[in-house]
């Protein structure tokens, strides 16, 4: 049986995003709707590589990530994701995935953004499904949330949307923006970013003020983009994140990604600031702190947080694309 006009194989490449205007938490657990849009930029490093092959003789998906064949959960989450797929295309067939990331798995550095990203762009093309951006992103949504960002290259808005159809990122155009990520930990984080989502929506008492807030900071944040302030930018991804945190921590029973270290690096970042240095500090569910910067400051601002961790200065990247047949 054909999977509709796609081909045996195909190999896609997508990189991770960082928000500076945050997703956390659902309205649709399904359909992956956020409960609030957000706005993102693509990174050019920590790229995911992902090679999808039919396998026509295959009974299961299998999926292997940094060469290591995975089960449970990792594989379940990519086999309902190409279930959904497959729904579409009318094809029963199973795949052999084999991706490669470039940056830590689950160090918050949001590699099942370029992860399912890549993924759907592969897929896409293996099963013969509409591979306009917008189709690719809506798709990537469904395996996470942040996936739709990472479709698209530079500064991504992602639409909360009414459904399906609407709930899609799209390029924003913006100042040039770069960042300086600071590794302060590598490990894997004890709670998952979904879990912990549902536990804020659930239970913090701060959750409905958060969503009304984030709908505010994203218009506020376009406006900013538009204008190509990239002062107004910056502060708006501080607090934003700020904020995120706190309703993170205001969780019943409590969740803290922070570390003492990540703390300690929002306050270099404010020290970098009265010496006249523009740097603003976001970071997702994890100890990790990207620091927005003008593409310019960046040697400089990696100096000087270079003791908190691993340092590494990082552009506006491309969206996701599959790669030439004999490049995989
Ligand atoms: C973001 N994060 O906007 C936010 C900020 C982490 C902190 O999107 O459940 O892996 O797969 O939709 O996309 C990470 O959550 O969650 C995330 P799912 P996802 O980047």
């Known amino acids: 049986m054909s999977a509709g006009d796609g081909a045996a194989a195909a190999t896609a490449r997508a990189h991770p995003n960082i928000a500076l205007v945050k997703y956390w938490g659902k309205r649709d657990e399904e ?9 993102s930029l693509t990174l050019d490093a920590f790229a995911t590589t992902t090679e999808l092959r039919l396998d026509p003789d295959a009974a299961e998906d299998r999926f292997e990530l940094n060469g290591e ?3 449970g959960e990792r594989l379940s989450r ?6 959904l797929v497959r729904e579409r295309a009318g094809s029963p067939l199973r795949a052999v995935v084999r991706s490669r990331n470039e940056a830590p798995t689950g160090a918050g550095l949001a590699s099942s953004a370029s992860g399912f990203a890549a993924l759907a762009t592969a897929a896409s093309a293996v099963y013969g499904l509409p591979q306009d951006p917008a189709s690719l992103s809506r798709l990537a949504r469904r395996g996470s949330g942040s996936a739709a960002r990472s479709i698209v290259p530079g500064v991504a808005v992602w639409h909360a949307g009414d459904g399906d159809d609407s709930s899609f990122a799209e390029a924003v155009d913006a100042p040039e923006l770069a960042m300086v990520i600071v590794t302060v930990d590598e490990r894997q984080k004890a709670v998952s970013s979904r879990e912990a989502m549902r536990l804020s929506a659930r239970t913090s008492p701060f959750y409905a003020g958060w969503v009304t807030s984030t709908e505010e900071s994203l ?16 502060r708006i991804t501080e607090s934003h994140a700020l904020r995120m945190h706190a309703v993170i921590q205001s969780s019943e029973p409590p969740v803290r990604y922070l570390s003492p270290t990540s703390i300690a690096v929002f306050d270099a ?3 970098l600031r009265e010496r ?9 569910a994890g100890p990790n702190v990207a620091v927005l910067v003008r593409p310019g400051d960046a040697p400089a601002v990696a100096e000087a947080l270079a003791g908190f961790g691993r340092v590494r200065a990082v552009g506006a990247g491309p969206g996701a694309a599959l790669l030439p047949a004999d490049a995989a």
């Open 31 to 39: 359909l992956m709707l956020p409960a609030a849009g957000s706005l």
């Open 69 to 71: 064949p995975q089960s």
């Open 78 to 83: 990519v086999s309902r994701f190409l279930d």
């Open 219 to 234: 218009a506020e944040m376009l406006q900013a983009c538009r204008e190509r302030d990239f002062t107004r930018i910056g």
């Open 269 to 271: 970042v404010v020290a």
């Open 276 to 284: 006249g240095v523009e740097a603003y500090s976001t970071a997702d």
